[in-house]
C-alpha cells in the first residue's frame, strides 16, 4: 500500500469516525449537564426563552455597536475565511464527489480556477487572523497551544489543497496524498479542540440569551 492508498482509506476512514464519535460525545456531554431550573417569573413582555435563545444566536453574528469600531476587522476576517472554506469545501467538484461517496448526495460544481482564487483568499485571511493573534496584545494573551493547533489544522488541507491543484512541490499523487492525510488530521483534531465551536457556540449563545430574555435583557 502506497502513502496514497493509505490516504485515501484507512486514515480517512479512521479519521471520520473519530470525527463522528467524537462530536456525539462532546454534544452528549453537554447536553447531558444537570441543569437547575430558574424558579423565577419572567419579566414582564419577556420573550419566549426559545425565542430568546435564537434571537442572541443571530443576533451575536455581529458584535455590538459599542465595541464593533475594534473588532470590526477581527468579524470581517472570521467571514471572510469562514465563508472561503464553505466555498472550497462544498463548491470544489473532487469534494462534491467525495461527499457523494459518503452520503450519496451531489450538486453542480463550481469552476477550478475560481475555487482556487477563493482558496487563495481564505489562506491569506487564516494568516491575518495568526498575525493578529500573535501580534495583538490581548489575542496573545488570551491563546493557548490550542488555538494554535486549530489554526494549523484549517490552514494545512487549505496550503496543502492548493499545492495539489497547482502540481507545486512534489508529485500530484504525493502531494494529493499530503492533502488527504491533513484532512485526516482536521477530522481527528475537530472534537477535542477550539474547532469544536462550529457546533458548540449555538449552545453557548442560545443559553445566554434564553436567561437573559427570562430577565428581560436583550443580549
Do not use: C
Not at 489554526?151 to 512541490?169: D, E, I, Y
Not at 492533502?179 to 465551536?197: E, T
Amino acid at each position: 500500500m502506497d502513502l496514497l492508498d493509505f490516504a485515501r482509506g484507512p486514515a480517512i476512514e479512521f479519521s471520520l469516525a473519530v470525527f463522528v464519535l467524537g462530536t456525539i460525545w462532546r454534544l452528549a456531554a453537554v447536553l447531558l449537564l444537570p441543569r437547575r431550573g430558574d424558579l423565577s417569573k419572567a419579566r414582564e413582555g419577556a420573550p419566549s426563552r426559545v425565542s430568546g435563545a435564537m434571537g442572541t444566536v443571530f443576533r451575536r453574528m455581529w458584535p455590538n455597536k459599542a465595541f464593533i469600531h475594534r473588532t470590526i476587522f477581527t468579524t470581517l476576517n472570521s467571514y471572510v475565511f469562514h465563508l472561503g472554506l464553505a466555498i472550497v469545501v462544498f463548491g470544489f467538484v473532487p469534494h462534491i464527489q467525495f461527499i457523494h461517496g459518503l452520503f450519496g448526495v451531489s450538486w453542480p460544481g463550481l469552476p477550478t480556477n475560481f475555487i482556487y482564487g477563493v482558496g487563495v483568499i481564505t489562506l491569506v485571511s487564516l494568516f491575518a487572523a495568526l498575525a493578529r493573534r500573535l501580534f495583538h496584545p490581548v489575542g496573545r494573551l488570551l491563546s493557548g497551544v490550542s488555538d494554535y493547533i486549530s489554526w494549523f489544522m484549517t490552514a494545512a488541507p487549505v496550503l496543502t489543497g492548493l499545492l495539489a491543484t497547482s502540481h507545486l512541490g512534489a508529485r500530484y499523487e504525493t502531494l494529493l496524498a499530503i492533502h488527504i492525510l491533513s484532512v485526516a488530521a482536521f477530522f481527528i483534531w475537530f472534537p477535542f479542540g477550539k474547532l469544536m465551536h462550529a457546533f458548540l457556540f449555538v449552545f453557548s449563545r442560545g443559553a445566554t440569551g434564553a436567561r437573559f430574555s427570562h430577565r428581560g435583557v436583550n443580549v
